[in-house]
Structure formats: C-alpha cells, structure tokens
C-alpha cells in the first residue's frame, strides 16, 4: 500500500484451495470460500485475532514470504525470519524452528513503528488501533497489568506438539500512565509446562517491567 500497488479495500480472492484445518474466523464465516475479502479486514483479522487464513492470503497479495523478508531485511531486521506462510507451518511444525525472531529486533522494530514508522501517518494509526484491540492472548502482556492500561500488541502461538509447547509468545507496546510507550517481547520457547503457566510467566514478567518503568520515572522527577 505504501508503494501504490495495493489499495486498503482492495477485493482479495480468498479461494477454495486456500482452505485447510487451521483457526481462522474468516473461514469460518465462508467455509466454502470463493469470496473476496477486502484487504483492510485481512489485516485486520490477522492482526486482532491471529486468523491463520488471513494471513496467508495477505502473505500471497504481496508476493509470498520472500518479499516480507526482503523488505524485513531492508529496514534492517534480518534477525526476523520468515520463510514460510501458516499453511506450509501447518504441514510441518519443524519449519516453525526457521520462521523467528530475536527478541531484541523485535522490540527494535515496536520501537521503530512508535517512534519513526515507516508508513504513513494514517497507516500507523489504523495498525496501532487494530493492535490495540487484540482479542487474543488477554492473559499474556495485558494480563496482570492495571486494568485499562493501553497495550498494542500481537501473539504467537505453536500449540501443543511432541509433549511440549515450542512457541507461547506476546510482543508489544505498554502506554505508561504519563503517555510514553515501552515496548516489549516476551517468547517462552519450547516449555513442557501448560498453556496456563506460560501465559502467567508472561504476564508477570510483563509486569514487573511495568513496574520498574513506573519506579524509573519516579525517580526522575525526584531528580
């Protein structure tokens, strides 16, 4: 959309080979396909409730996962990999181990998007709202700080295979009750606990960087 080739209500085929096993509310509101779904509410599924179908068909309006990786590479996060859309995860969860990203570039990249987004003013708000409204995930970052703290933030998950779970994951940016914005990722990889205790060591260590935020401004306007 930035480069004018692809338009906010734009119609995408969403086509009955795109079909498969997977959690996907747009699927299960056209369970026998052959739609066309307007780009914004692809991305606006995918962003708000992991829907798996929208994803993939948002990574084929762009040209497949090559040329996300190559624009990831352009802004200068090569430590976020992806190579492979859900559909192709979902034949093999191996692949899953090749399609990641280092924490540290991703709070890199939550910090690019609050403080110099690369897309336009209007696109960055209406991704910042969509992110704000996340339903999934409400136990992870969002789940032990005060109620009606802003959180925008986006969730991964693997599920269960092989006995344990390889990815429970939350990534975004808190609203500090004085406006500023922390970002923050937290991935528990490959835990043999349950989907419960991963969301909980998430949302306790979510909030006591909250806290010590809080505790770090204190301390400047003591200064």
């Not at 338009?7 to 795109?18: A, G, H, T, V």
């Not at 996907?24 to 780009?39: G, M, R, Y």
């Not at 200068?76 to 969860?93: K, N, R, V």
Request: hydrophobic content about 40%; proline content about 7%; aromatic content about 6%.
């Amino acid at each position: 959309m930035e480069l004018g080739k692809l338009q906010l209500d734009q119609p995408i085929r969403f086509l009955k080979s795109d079909r498969y096993p997977t959690y996907s509310p747009l699927q299960d509101q056209f369970p026998n396909a052959d739609v066309d779904i307007p780009l914004r509410q692809l991305i606006k599924l995918t962003a708000t409730e992991s829907d798996n179908i929208a994803s993939n068909l948002l990574l084929r309006a762009i040209g497949g996962p090559d040329v996300l990786q190559q624009y990831l590479d352009s802004l200068g996060f090569s430590a976020i990999q992806q190579q492979d859309s859900e559909q192709t995860l979902h034949g093999d969860q191996m692949l899953q181990y090749r399609d990641y990203a280092e924490p540290a570039a991703m709070v890199a990249l939550l910090r690019l998007f609050a403080d110099h987004s690369p897309l336009t003013p209007e696109h960055t708000a209406l991704l910042n709202g969509w992110m704000l409204e996340t339903t999934s995930g409400p136990n992870r970052i969002k789940g032990l700080l005060p109620p009606g703290t802003p959180v925008a933030h986006k969730t991964g998950s693997s599920g269960v295979e092989w006995g344990f779970i390889p990815a429970t994951n939350d990534v975004g940016l808190i609203t500090l009750p004085n406006g500023q914005r922390l970002a923050l990722a937290v991935f528990v990889t490959d835990a043999h606990a349950d989907q419960d205790a991963c969301e909980h060591v998430i949302a306790t260590i979510a909030r006591a960087v909250y806290n010590e935020a809080l505790t770090s401004q204190k301390a400047s306007l003591a200064k």
